[in-house]
């Protein structure tokens, strides 16, 4: 990823902030307890969530992803049917939040990333092996701490990655830039060098909340995925998103 294209995607989440009336104080102090949480050698008793074995993960996460074929990147309108067969392709999935309901059980899962809104199916994967990407925005800091707090006491506890969205460094946290956990999926796979002609979107709507969302309004929702598709226009792969028809004659 350039330096160019990272800094247009992390403009969209001040663009995002300003449009919803969000308080970006808030995204900080949600990023700064979450920090703060997991800065220790053993986060909530985990010795995998150090620090350093979270650098030790996002390292491991990207190896597998450049050495993949096609990142399949699976959004929140996919249907059970698009990805029957994606098990058994020589492709690495990234599953957005809640549509990991789709892909449960499938080897070639790499990774989730999360605000945590997609339960009951973020619990189903927790402990089968797919890293965690866990985003902290300003609010989602009681989920969050709940996942957390169910998680570690798991026989497997998920490894974790951790991002934000704010504009300054927070230690142990990333920022790959975006807005919704579908192009905030996007944005990691580029962090992490896989090639924009390697990534392929399946269920990346904004014609409709996606089968697989959290509970939400559905008309804040449909704003959500507007800005979603502005952030894959910026890398190129809006083409694979499903759009709604246009109001204009």
């Not at 014609?207 to 507007?226: C, H, I, Y």
Request: aromatic share 8%.
């Amino acid at each position: 990823m350039t330096d160019n294209l990272l800094s247009d995607l992390l403009a969209i989440q001040s663009m995002v902030r300003d449009y919803f009336g969000w308080s970006y104080e808030a995204d900080m102090a949600s990023a700064n307890e979450m920090s703060q949480l997991m800065s220790s050698t053993r986060p909530y008793g985990v010795p995998t969530w150090s620090p350093e074995n979270r650098v030790n993960s996002l390292n491991l996460l990207k190896m597998r992803l450049q050495s993949a074929k096609k990142v399949v990147i699976v959004g929140a309108s996919v249907e059970e049917s698009e990805v029957a067969d994606l098990g058994a392709e020589d492709s690495v999935i990234i599953a957005a939040d809640g549509s990991v309901g789709a892909v449960v059980g499938f080897a070639n899962l790499a990774c989730v990333v999360t605000d945590f809104d997609g339960h009951p199916y973020l619990d189903k994967v927790a402990d089968s092996g797919p890293y965690f990407v866990a985003h902290a925005h300003g609010d989602n800091h009681q989920q969050w701490k709940m996942s957390m707090s169910k998680w570690s006491k798991l026989s497997a506890p998920p490894r974790l990655i951790l991002t934000h969205q704010i504009a300054e460094q927070i230690f142990g946290m990333e920022n790959f830039g975006g807005f919704t956990d579908g192009d905030r999926a996007v944005c990691l796979a580029l962090a992490l060098g896989v090639k924009v002609q390697d990534i392929t979107l399946i269920g990346f709507s904004t014609a409709k909340v996606g089968r697989w969302s959290g509970q939400t309004n559905p008309v804040r929702k449909l704003e959500k995925l507007d800005w979603m598709l502005k952030v894959l226009e910026i890398i190129g792969l809006s083409d694979q998103v499903t759009t709604r028809p246009s109001l204009e004659p």
